[in-house]
């Protein structure tokens, strides 16, 4: 398993200058991201693969469901859109 764990975690960026970020900006950024809107349609369709995912037997709470939903905001605001669009669903398979 380490070597799964280092193969994944291990980023050889030595003349890389690593960013600092002020843990304000971190709070800045929590902020901003819930002014990201979700159109009605991406909701609904979201509604539709919790659903199926229910239907399957997987069971997402309703606050994990709401924290995919803040990861997606985070994916728009990340790529400096103020509204999502489908795409940003993407990050949802990495917290299920």
């Known amino acids: 398993m380490v070597?799964?764990?280092?193969?994944?975690i291990d980023n050889n960026?030595?003349?890389?200058?690593?960013?600092?970020?002020?843990?304000?900006?971190?709070f800045f950024l929590n902020e901003y991201v819930k002014r990201i809107r979700i159109s009605d349609y991406l909701l609904s369709e979201y509604s539709k693969l919790i659903l199926e995912l229910r239907g399957q037997g997987v069971r997402v709470s309703t606050r994990?469901?709401?924290?995919?939903?803040?990861?997606?905001?985070?994916?728009?605001?990340?790529?400096r859109r103020g509204e999502a669009v489908l795409e940003d669903f993407k990050v949802i398979r990495n917290g299920l």
């Open 3 to 8: 070597t799964v764990y280092r193969s994944n």
């Open 13 to 26: 960026f030595e003349d890389t200058e690593i960013p600092t970020v002020d843990i304000k900006d971190v």
């Open 64 to 79: 994990r469901q709401v924290m995919l939903l803040r990861a997606v905001q985070g994916e728009a605001l990340l790529n």
